[in-house]
């Protein structure tokens, strides 16, 4: 089935750093998500992405929706302690299904 | 609060047995999607149901079922349970069968998720 490659796995960061992280696929995806997981809580959407190329902010989250379809990327800059948890992209495909990628877990040294 | 609302949060029970999830989802949302989060690893997509009717099936076992209901609450019913299902089940909703029905943002919103432990 389609998979979506997340990367990095984790990172360890210092408070104020800028963050980047990104997924890849193998498929052409027509949306691109980007969520965040609290310890405990489900996933709550941080940016979506609906055209290529697209790049759309929301506060210090920076997302884009690669030319391709097949990846897109999230920046966080000047990281807070808060900024802690696992972020997850998700592509939308032609079923209108959410595919996640496996997440990559942040973690903010104060 | 998400408005998704998922009980139990926690479940323990032994291998062989059968449980029930229940997902309530936000108000004036149609569909619902069920999905599996093991320990460490991504949401796998589980069943969507859409006004009732099922809509799309991810890799859900044959063990698993699931249905919605006229009040538009979903079940999701898990039997001969092995150790291996143990994992947080998640279930979001979102307004419409498939995004851009009416223009709103394609997000789904999920639970806070039932976390099941087999033993």
């Known amino acids: 089935g389609q998979q979506l490659n997340q990367s990095p796995q984790s990172m360890f960061i210092q408070e104020g750093e800028d963050v980047s992280m990104n997924c890849t696929s193998s498929?052409?995806?027509?949306?691109w998500l980007w969520y965040k997981q609290d310890p405990g809580e489900g996933p709550v959407l941080l940016i979506a992405?609906?055209?290529?190329?697209e790049l759309t902010s929301n506060g210090r989250l920076t997302a884009q929706f690669g030319i391709t379809r097949k990846d897109s990327f999230l920046n966080i800059s000047a990281s807070i302690p808060s900024d802690v948890g696992i972020y997850f992209c998700?592509?939308?495909?032609?079923?209108?299904?959410?595919?996640f990628g496996s997440g990559t877990r942040l973690l903010v040294r104060p | 609060d998400s408005g998704v609302t998922q009980t139990p949060k926690h479940l323990i029970t032994a291998t062989g047995q059968r449980v029930t999830l229940r997902c309530s989802p936000r108000?004036?949302?149609?569909?619902v999607y069920w999905y599996q989060q093991s320990l460490d690893q991504g949401l796998q997509f589980l069943i969507q149901?859409?006004?009732?009717?099922?809509?799309a099936k991810g890799n859900i076992l044959e063990r698993f079922s699931a249905q919605q209901f006229p009040d538009l609450h979903s079940e999701l019913n898990l039997s001969s349970l092995e150790l291996g299902d143990s994992a947080l089940y998640f279930c979001?909703?979102?307004?419409?069968?498939?995004?851009?029905?009416?223009?709103?943002?394609?997000?789904?919103?999920f639970g806070s998720g039932t976390r099941l432990t087999v033993v």
């Open positions: 979001a909703s979102s307004p419409w069968s498939r995004p851009g029905g009416q223009g709103e943002d394609y997000g789904y919103t």
């Open positions: 498929s052409i995806f027509n949306t």
């Open positions: 992405l609906y055209k290529a190329g």
């Open positions: 998700a592509g939308m495909d032609s079923s209108y299904k959410l595919i």
């Open positions: 108000s004036g949302d149609l569909s």
């Open positions: 149901y859409y006004n009732g009717e099922e809509r």
